[in-house]
Structure formats: structure tokens, C-alpha cells
């Protein structure tokens, strides 16, 4: 499975960004996809992640600012984050999950700084 992630980038506080996320490879028709990141001197953690059946789990940080969704027909997950913390900065990772195991896309750095 290849993960390859776009929309990252420097953003304001209070701003919004879209991360995305396409899957391609030997997808299994029941598996999650989603999002982690991990910050500089962090572990990583969950961001959010969102099954086939559309159950949903999102970090606690999250707290309703960074809806998820995906569209199973296209392989793709997107992340659509909203009020942007200078906390929030990181690099985030897009995952595939299935009963193989994680896969990880490569990353990519969002930045939220005045």
C-alpha cells in the first residue's frame, strides 16, 4: 500500500488547512484510514481516524475542529482543519490500517505561526 498526502503548509492561528490522502496499492476492502502527527520532541499521536463503516476516532486535542472524511470508491481520507493552534504544528502522518498491519505515508509538516 502507498500513501501519498498533500496540503500542508504555514498557517495562522485561527486558520484553516486541508490535508488529504490518496491510498493506492492492494486495499482490502475493510480497513481505516486516517491521520497522526507528531510534533518535535512528542511521540505521535492520534489525530483521527475513520473506518469503513464510519465509526470514528479522533485525539482528545481535537475537541470537534478537525473533521474527517473519506471516500471509500477513491481510496482518499481528508482532514479539514479548523481553528489552527500554534500547538498544532507538526508533521502528520496518513495511515492505512487493515489485518496486515499500519501503513504510514511519508509526512507532511504543517507549521501554525504568526
Known amino acids: 500500500v502507498q500513501l501519498q498526502a498533500s496540503g500542508g503548509g504555514l498557517v495562522q492561528p485561527g486558520g484553516s488547512l486541508r490535508l488529504s490522502c490518496a491510498a493506492s496499492?492492494?486495499?482490502?476492502?475493510?480497513?481505516?484510514m486516517g491521520w497522526y502527527r507528531q510534533a518535535p520532541g512528542k511521540q505521535r499521536e492520534l489525530v483521527a481516524v475513520l473506518g469503513g463503516g464510519s465509526v470514528t476516532y479522533y485525539g482528545d486535542f481535537v475537541k470537534g475542529r478537525f473533521p474527517i472524511s473519506r471516500d471509500n470508491a477513491e481510496n482518499t481520507v481528508s482532514l479539514q482543519m479548523n481553528s489552527l493552534e500554534p500547538e498544532d504544528t507538526a508533521v502528520y502522518y496518513c495511515?492505512?490500517?487493515?489485518?496486515?498491519?499500519?501503513?504510514w505515508g511519508r509526512g507532511t509538516l504543517v507549521t501554525v505561526s504568526s
Open positions: 496499492g492492494s486495499i482490502l476492502r475493510i480497513n481505516q
Open positions: 495511515l492505512y490500517r487493515d489485518y496486515r498491519g499500519d501503513f
